[in-house]
């Protein structure tokens, strides 16, 4: 049993004295590093923390400032105290690194153990992990949250599908932990390519992160293999996965209060915006020794859900991620995040389990081009039957994006797949 009731049910005027005692301690640690020193000097800031909301007096530490303080710049504890280090994915640029005493090992993994707990997974569970294992933190993040559950963890790692496919058989694995794109994979190989019944698979549980899905493909993965799938969400700068994790309520993301000070604020202004309203999410560390992070810009755009969860846990929920600042694109002035496109091609029965978005500008104008990969019985038939899914989708698109697209629809497989992270969006523009 892996649940801390004292910790996730405490009264709200509780975590806010944990949350202010820690940030002070915080502030005290960080000023320790060469990066953090310098900064505080600079504007001359001082741990006088007497409520939360003195945070605000801090400025923002940016992935930028992360890369310029590469390789070891925020570390905050002499090099004999620390255990391990972790970079992130690498996604938009240089990977930033981090570095973990004993301690944030510790915790980290009791806020994974807390998140699998939350959504359901028990020490009786058999857990293949198939994120990659190495810098990136899905791998071990994972792998030490779900032992500390109690859980059998089989660390398989991503790719290499055929033999994951064995173990999930032969192990008769309850849970996974794997991104949403590389579900959609081990379905369509499973199904398409392997010919095996999704019956004789054990699963109960996915752990989905590491990427923005919609709410659509949540339920689409959920109807394709009968089992339940949550989200699960964090960045390397943060730790990595474990940071916020649904219940079993599925409607939006516990973040754990005790750990991150989370904040809402404006990607253009900076202002912290009232509870509820969309904006970037900024988090600072608050129990972390290696190296504590203040006011970190993810870049993830969210909102806070209010109200309480029925589940009884206090720490506020965050919508699920709608995308990053920069994977936002703007197509003839209209700014679109990949998982608007997303939740409508899920929404359509006819829609198989890929896709992909190209932008291009030709004479001046930009071109927006969504490939679609669509089930297979659909091209065994007639013609008319494609065009009327293409016309569909089409206006579908247009209603939700307010662009309208040019829709290619293409076989089951027949897009690049991916077993981590997925490349979604082409824009040609950029090349
Ligand atoms: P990088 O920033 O280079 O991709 P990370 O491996 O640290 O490196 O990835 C963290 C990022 O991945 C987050 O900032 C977020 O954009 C994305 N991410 C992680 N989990 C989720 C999730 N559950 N939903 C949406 N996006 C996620
Ligand atoms: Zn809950």
């Known amino acids: 049993m892996f649940f801390q009731p004292d910790k996730e049910n405490i009264s709200t005027d509780k975590l806010k004295a944990i949350q202010e005692e820690n940030l002070i301690r915080t502030i005290e640690l960080a000023g320790r590093s060469p990066y953090y020193r310098k900064l505080f000097k600079q504007y001359g800031l001082k741990p006088d923390i007497r409520d939360i909301k003195d945070i605000e007096k801090f400025p923002f530490t940016t992935k930028e400032d992360l890369r310029k303080s590469y390789p070891a710049g925020m570390v905050a504890v002499p090099f004999e105290k620390l255990v391990r280090m972790h970079a992130s994915s690498g996604t938009t640029g240089k990977s930033t690194l981090v570095f973990h005493t004993k301690n944030d090992i510790e915790n980290w993994a009791t806020l994974v153990a807390r998140g699998l707990y939350a959504a359901g997974v028990r020490s009786t569970d058999i857990f293949q992990n198939m994120m990659s294992y190495g810098l990136f933190t899905g791998g071990l993040g994972l792998h030490y949250g779900a032992e500390k559950l109690g859980a059998l963890v089989i660390p398989a790692g991503s790719g290499n599908t055929q033999k994951q496919i064995e173990l999930l058989l032969d192990l008769r694995t309850t849970v996974i932990h794997i991104t949403p794109s590389y579900l959609f994979y081990l379905g369509h190989v499973i199904e398409e390519e392997e010919k095996i019944s999704l019956s004789k698979f054990s699963l109960r549980i996915a752990i989905v992160g590491a990427e923005p899905h919609s709410e659509e493909t949540r339920r689409k993965l959920e109807k394709i293999f009968r089992i339940k799938v949550f989200n699960c969400y964090g960045l390397s700068e943060m730790n990595g996965p474990g940071v916020a994790f649904e219940c079993e309520y599925q409607n939006g993301l516990h ?119 669509v089930k297979k019985g659909f091209f065994d038939g007639e013609l008319r039957h494609l065009k009327a899914i293409q016309d569909k989708l089409i206006d579908t698109l247009k209603d939700n994006i307010l662009v309208t697209p040019v829709v290619k629809l293409v076989e089951p497989g027949s897009l690049p797949s991916s077993t981590g992270k997925a490349q979604r969006v082409i824009d040609k523009r950029r090349l």
């Open 255 to 373: 973040l754990w209060e005790d750990h991150y000070y989370a904040e809402i604020i404006d990607p253009e202004t900076g202002k912290v915006l009232p509870e509820g309203r969309e904006g970037e999410l900024v988090l600072t560390t608050l129990q972390r020794e290696g190296m504590p992070v203040i006011r970190y810009r993810t870049r993830d755009i969210t909102k806070f859900i209010k109200g309480r969860c029925p589940c009884g846990r206090t720490h506020r929920k965050i919508a699920r991620i709608k995308g990053r600042t920069d994977d936002m694109f703007i197509v003839k002035g209209v700014n679109i995040f990949p998982s608007q496109i997303e939740a409508v091609l899920m929404q359509i029965p006819e829609v198989d389990k890929n896709y992909r978005i190209i932008i291009d500008r030709y004479e001046g104008l930009d071109n927006l081009t969504v490939e679609v990969e």
